[in-house]
């Protein structure tokens, strides 16, 4: 399947609407992230809730932060958005396995949707991965 190389242009307010959303999505991820580098007690309260060891925290501080910084750069955020997608689906599939509440086990679903929303928005490239034209 060949892809149009000629993209179309996006509309200011589109644009500007996902930059904003994904702003807030990159500002809320690196504030996680951060919180896995300090390991402040909710932070760790929470691994254990999960069964989550505390020896791992720090890496899975990595991990979120090298594909948050990839989705924030524009020539790499799809790549980002992927890579986000895999982290947030072992963190839905965590949540069910300790049989937390409905909505801790469907925030990062929804919080994975806004992600390709925000990219959506302002990268015509994905409306043409998924087939459709903006």
């Not at 892809?3 to 690196?30: C, E, Y």
């Amino acid at each position: 399947m060949a892809f149009d190389t000629q993209a179309s242009t996006v509309s200011k307010q589109r644009l500007w609407t996902g930059r904003i959303l994904s702003a807030i999505i990159v500002l809320f991820l690196l504030f996680d992230a951060v919180g896995k580098f300090m390991k402040p007690v909710q932070v760790m309260d929470a691994c254990a809730r999960l069964g989550w060891p505390s020896s791992l925290v720090t890496l899975l501080g990595v991990i979120l932060l090298a594909c948050t910084l990839l989705y924030a750069f524009p020539s790499t955020s799809i790549l980002g958005a992927t890579l986000l997608t895999g982290y947030l689906g072992g963190a839905v599939a965590i949540q069910l396995r300790s049989r937390a509440p409905l909505f801790e086990s469907m925030f990062p679903i929804i919080f994975g949707l806004l992600i390709w929303v925000g990219l959506w928005l302002r990268d015509t490239r994905v409306a043409l991965l998924i087939g459709r034209r903006t």
